[in-house]
């Protein structure tokens, strides 16, 4: 049985390694500060501001999150205008949930990114 961390990591690697190689680069750094961008601003805020972009990396981020969550029960939604609006509605309790799960996602796949894969 593996444990909710080894399929976290497995998710983000799938995830980075199927990123378009000339996209890659611009990835990249998004990634590493993605983390820090959730917790100054909000869990809610970043989604949005990573949809308002409407550029490849913050998409392929926004896209990386919505599959995790929705995936794993934290949240609902078939496309981003339903996702935020799920987001935006969800108690304390599970959006502090979901935006926990997001940050431990992102630590993989800030890593993975990172060393080039």
Same mark, same amino acid.
């Given at each position: 049985m593996r444990t909710l961390g080894q399929k976290r990591a497995e998710f983000a690697l799938n995830k980075v390694v199927a990123i378009q190689p000339d996209k890659k680069e611009k990835f990249k750094p998004f990634s590493a500060g993605a983390p820090s961008m959730i917790l100054q601003n909000g $869990?809610?805020? #970043?989604? #949005? $501001?990573w949809i308002s972009k409407d550029k490849d990396e913050y998409?392929?981020?926004f896209n990386i999150v919505k599959e995790w969550l929705c995936q794993n029960n934290l949240a609902e939604g078939r496309d981003r205008t339903g996702f935020i609006r799920n987001i935006s509605q969800m108690d304390q309790t599970k959006y502090l949930t979901a935006q926990k799960e997001t940050l431990a996602l992102l630590e993989w796949v800030k890593r993975y990114a990172s060393a080039g894969l």
């Open positions: $869990f809610g805020q #970043a989604l #949005a $501001f998409m392929t981020m």
